[in-house]
């Protein structure tokens, strides 16, 4: 199984109560689809989990991971990034994307020539920005992942078509 078999759709924020329940951080669109997509492995796939919602909590989703049955074990996975067979996971409509398909796509502006290539896609409330580490730049150029910026994903050929805003270029 490679890597790209498998998105990554939460993270263990902690432990929650002393019985070995765990804060669940989901990064999916709905958040309670996160139990549906197990089971959920460790990054390196060493280890997996079912998942148990159990409630909803401040800052995410208190949840039951199989195996883990004390505080000291919950603690322990605190950080732990859980990932979910992609064959799990719903076909997205053609205008979305996983953000592990965009890392590493090629970036080239209307001209076709090359920018860059995308090194991460953070969201920080107000939408997806893309991280890319522009040639002959020290700095990465952050630019918001929107039709009239990024008109043209191209998972196939492993590239993007960006049209940056003035004052970007």
Same mark, same amino acid.
């Given at each position: 199984?490679? @890597?790209?078999?498998?998105?990554?759709? @939460?993270?263990?924020?902690?432990?929650?109560?002393?019985?070995?329940?765990?804060?669940?951080?989901?990064?999916?669109?709905? %958040? &309670?689809?996160?139990?549906?997509?197990?089971?959920?492995?460790? &990054?390196?796939?060493?280890?997996?989990?079912?998942?148990?919602?159990?409630?909803?909590?401040?800052?995410?989703?208190?949840?039951?991971?199989?195996?883990?049955?004390? $505080? !000291?074990?919950?603690?322990?996975?605190?950080?732990?990034?859980?990932?979910?067979? /992609?064959?799990?996971? %719903?076909?997205?409509?053609?205008? &979305?994307?996983?953000?592990?398909?965009?890392?590493?796509?090629?970036?080239? *502006?209307?001209?076709?020539?090359?920018?860059?290539?995308? /090194?991460?896609? =953070?969201? =920080?409330?107000?939408? *997806?920005?893309? &991280?890319?580490?522009?040639?002959?730049?020290?700095? %990465?150029?952050?630019?918001?992942?929107?039709?009239?910026?990024?008109?043209?994903?191209?998972? =196939?050929?492993? $590239?993007?078509?960006?049209?940056?805003? !003035?004052?970007?270029?």
């Amino acid at each position: 199984m490679t @890597g790209s078999d498998r998105i990554c759709v @939460g993270s263990v924020a902690g432990a929650f109560g002393v019985q070995g329940e765990v804060r669940l951080k989901s990064f999916c669109s709905d %958040p &309670e689809a996160i139990a549906a997509y197990g089971p959920l492995f460790t &990054e390196d796939g060493s280890r997996s989990f079912t998942v148990k919602l159990t409630r909803g909590v401040a800052g995410g989703l208190a949840a039951r991971l199989s195996g883990v049955t004390t $505080k !000291e074990q919950a603690d322990a996975l605190r950080g732990t990034a859980l990932f979910a067979e /992609r064959s799990r996971l %719903p076909r997205l409509p053609d205008d &979305e994307f996983y953000h592990t398909d965009l890392i590493g796509l090629a970036v080239f *502006d209307t001209g076709g020539q090359r920018i860059g290539a995308i /090194r991460a896609v =953070h969201n =920080h409330g107000a939408g *997806d920005l893309l &991280e890319i580490d522009a040639t002959g730049r020290k700095q %990465p150029l952050l630019l918001p992942f929107t039709m009239a910026n990024v008109p043209t994903v191209d998972l =196939h050929s492993g $590239k993007v078509i960006a049209d940056l805003p !003035e004052g970007l270029d």
